[in-house]
């Protein structure tokens, strides 16, 4: 029969239209921000000042990059973080290095397509990469339940084949047929893209940890809650990194690629609404043995819903709709969104989500989240069922916040009014697919280059005072 996407939400979630994307904020979470108990300046005398050219503040799959380039580049850099590797989104997600989801002529589509190429670059130039960072050619599979969901998928595939993106649509007999754990209806369909892939969040971070460890001017420092950002003494330029024992300083530039803390750390500073820009998003991810006697998986799939997140919206970024938005009425709230992703790791493990919902800095995982996203799984790959997974079996659960931006991109760029410091966030789930070309649009900046005239708009867009304005806060 034909299978409907399944929500489980209180309440109903509103669309806008053209205005501006409202969702609940959280408030401030305070194990980011702690209170300082003396001024910068006094509080510089009694710690010990760490400086580099640049400080990067987020470890995490941007940070990594950026400040992998940065080193190869020559110039020391400082990365702090507040916990360990991979204790944000990086380490939650699924891994998809996709194209096929999104609208072609975006903004997050430039970004994007110049990531996939960046990431082939590096694989090519370091023979090594591809099984360190289990890279996986599977390509993409997006699915539809619906007739009027496979003709939606067709349209795709015309758009895509027209922006140079090989695909193959196909009905619901050859998605079957290709994917025998698969069940889907008669009415059904499938929209195959061989060139994207997938890679494994977690080792791709401490690959490019090792990578950065080689260089003499690295330093590293996890384990380093921020207590706030302060202007650099004296100097009229930057600022200072402060925790419980260290002041750092990067006398070239300062780099805030902490995700959602992003928002907290540059308010504190600027007074600006950044906090209310970005906001946590909570993401499950289930790790899960295949079944005995169920098919192996050969691509990566999600379902058409799932893609609704990446479609055209306000100003060439994404948008949700009220069919698949997660986006909750105010916070507290139980709305959730529960669409189906599923891919098969290197190691043959199920990788399978997905949800969305805003709530709060709330980092624990949820047995009734868990419950459906099995439910959900088992109606495409009836295998699945009666598979259950506990909210205690950390090595099967996977629990992230996704920074959340306003109008559906990130903000990439120089903070305004502050000289010497830069952010990017907001990538929410899509850190490792934009990941190469953030990283290079940072460095950019840091260098004193001048953006690539073929892309100004990309720049200009992502620039923070743009997020901020068009987001209407």
């Known amino acids: ?74 110039m020391s850099v400082a990365l702090v973080e507040r916990k360990q590797l991979c204790a944000g989104a990086t380490g939650a ?58 003709e939606d998928l067709s349209s795709r595939h015309h758009s895509l084949s027209k922006h140079g993106v090989q695909t193959k649509f196909l009905d619901a007999a050859a998605v079957r047929a290709m994917e025998p754990a698969l069940s889907l209806p008669g009415e059904g369909a499938g929209l195959l893209a061989p060139a994207d892939a997938q890679i494994n969040g977690r080792k791709t971070a401490a690959y490019l940890l090792e990578r950065c460890k080689r ?28 925790t419980a024992t260290r002041t750092l300083r990067g006398r070239r530039a300062t780099v805030v690629t902490a995700g959602a803390w992003s928002g907290p750390l540059l308010s504190a500073l600027t007074g600006a609404p950044y906090d209310r820009l970005l906001a946590p998003r909570r993401g499950h991810l289930l790790e899960v043995a295949r079944p005995q006697g169920m098919p192996a998986l050969k691509t990566g799939m999600m379902e058409m819903s799932y893609a609704k997140h990446y479609t055209l919206g306000n100003h060439g970024g994404s948008s949700t709709s009220s069919s698949s938005s997660g986006s909750a009425s105010g916070p507290g709230s139980t709305e959730v969104d529960i669409t189906f992703t599923a891919t098969q790791s290197a190691a043959g493990t199920l990788l399978l989500g997905s949800s969305r919902e805003f709530s709060g800095w709330d980092n624990d995982g949820s047995q009734p989240i868990i419950d459906t996203i099995m439910q959900r799984a088992a109606q495409f790959l009836p295998a699945l069922a009666g598979v259950n997974v506990a909210q205690s079996d950390t090595d099967a659960v996977r629990v992230g916040l996704r920074p959340f931006a306003h109008g559906g991109l990130p903000m990439v760029g120089p903070v305004p009014d502050v000289p010497g410091l830069y952010v990017a966030a907001g990538h929410e789930g899509s850190g490792l697919c934009l990941g190469p070309a953030t990283a290079h649009m940072l460095c950019g900046y840091v260098g004193g280059g001048a953006p690539d005239r073929a892309h100004a708009h990309v720049y200009e867009e992502l620039l923070p005072a743009t997020r901020l304005l068009l987001a209407e806060l």
């Open 1 to 74: 029969g034909q299978m409907q996407h399944q929500r489980s939400n209180v309440g109903q979630t509103q669309h806008s239209g053209s205005r501006p994307l409202k969702c609940p904020i959280p408030r401030t979470d305070t194990r980011c921000l702690k209170p300082s108990r003396s001024s910068p300046m006094a509080r510089a005398h009694k710690q010990q000042v760490v400086e580099s050219d640049v400080v990067i503040v987020g470890a995490g799959i941007i940070g990594l990059l950026t400040a992998s380039q940065l080193l190869q580049q020559g």
């Open 93 to 150: 997600g699924q891994g998809y290095l996709w194209v096929a989801h999104r609208s072609p002529d975006t903004v997050g589509w430039q970004l994007a397509t110049t990531s996939m190429a960046m990431w082939r670059d590096m694989l090519q130039q370091d023979p090594s990469l591809s099984s360190a960072i289990e890279y996986q050619a599977a390509g993409s599979l997006l699915l539809a339940s619906t007739a009027a969901e496979a």
């Open 215 to 242: 260089h003499k001017g690295f330093q590293l420092f996890f384990d380093k809650p921020i207590s706030g950002l302060s202007p650099a003494p004296g100097s009229g330029h930057g600022v200072s990194v402060d």
